[in-house]
């Protein structure tokens, strides 16, 4: 199983458009690596991918990979979206596939009433192309190709519904993907807002393990004057702390751990500042886009 990093930041990318932070400003003069927007594809024969989520930035990052570049009858290599929730930088990408013959999404119940009656994103795309819905129910295994399965799992989040859909199980989801021949794991977790046992479950002992970076520090944007609410409040567990993911995760017997969707503000992002040398000398990694891992 090969997995690609489409994108590695979180909605906004980095530098965020409207952002002057010492990271957004430190990219900016090249002390760091630009990031495109919260996406990966997964391939078990380098000929059918599977993107998980689309994000708006979905048009540039199919042009910077080659193993998602269209043939000359316009048919693609991409064979499904599949999505981990319904937020804009996850599924607005959706519309900019819409000159596709038809398109194959997969996504729970409470996603896909979120994308029909919420934002109406899915009307809209289906008034552009056939969209042919796979329901994903959390625990349930469903064969994607060949040689690749995958389970979602359900990720409880506290985080507010934009949208207004009233429904809290399967409004977000990991997926744990399986590569049927060898029988390896691999764990994309791009929002969690706190590792419950259901949940530690579903990442124990997994080949790679993909999850939230989101902040450095749970009150990383209320220090620096950006919000008010703290990294746990908007759904996103923090990697530093006593409870952050960087204290809890090895005890859970991963492979390989990266770290993914990072915020504009994250240190992480540099790879001078002492938070990525912090991370790094746990033997954990910082997602960049482009990124190739082998399962």
């Known amino acids: 199983m090969l997995l690609r990093v489409l994108g590695s930041a979180a909605g906004g990318g980095s530098p965020q458009w409207n952002c002057g932070c010492p990271v957004c400003a430190a990219v900016r003069s090249r002390a760091g690596l630009a990031r495109t927007q919260s996406s990966v594809a997964v391939s078990v024969d380098r000929r059918r991918w599977f993107l ?33 929730d319904a937020e804009l930088d996850h599924t607005l990408g959706l519309l900019l596939l819409r000159e596709a013959r038809a398109l194959r999404l997969y996504a729970t119940p409470a996603v896909r009433e979120t994308l029909c009656a ?96 989101t902040c450095w520090r749970d009150d990383e944007l209320v220090r620096l004057g950006l919000a008010g609410r703290t990294s746990r409040e908007m759904g996103h567990l923090p990697i530093d702390g006593p409870d952050g993911s960087l204290a809890q995760l090895p005890s859970l017997g991963v492979g390989r751990t990266i770290f993914v969707h990072m915020n504009n503000t994250n240190p992480v992002l540099l790879e001078d500042a002492p938070e990525r040398r912090t991370l790094e000398e746990s033997g954990m990694e910082v997602a960049m886009d482009g990124l190739e891992v082998q399962v």
């Open 52 to 84: 998980i989520n689309a994000s708006p930035d979905v048009r540039t990052q199919i042009e910077a990979f080659p193993g998602l570049h269209p043939h000359a009858d316009r048919t693609t290599p991409l064979a499904a979206v599949l999505l981990t």
């Open 118 to 213: 919420g934002s109406g994103i899915l009307r809209t795309l289906e008034r552009y192309c056939p969209v042919e819905w796979r329901a994903v129910i959390p625990g349930t295994d469903l064969a994607l190709a060949d040689g690749l399965s995958c389970r979602a799992f359900d990720v409880p989040t506290l985080k507010r519904d934009r949208f207004g859909a009233g429904v809290d199980h399967g409004r977000v989801v990991g997926y744990r993907l399986t590569d049927e021949r060898s029988g390896e794991t691999l764990v994309y977790l791009p929002g969690v807002q706190s590792l419950t046992p259901a949940l530690r479950v579903e990442i124990k002992g997994c080949a790679c393990l993909l999850i939230d970076g």
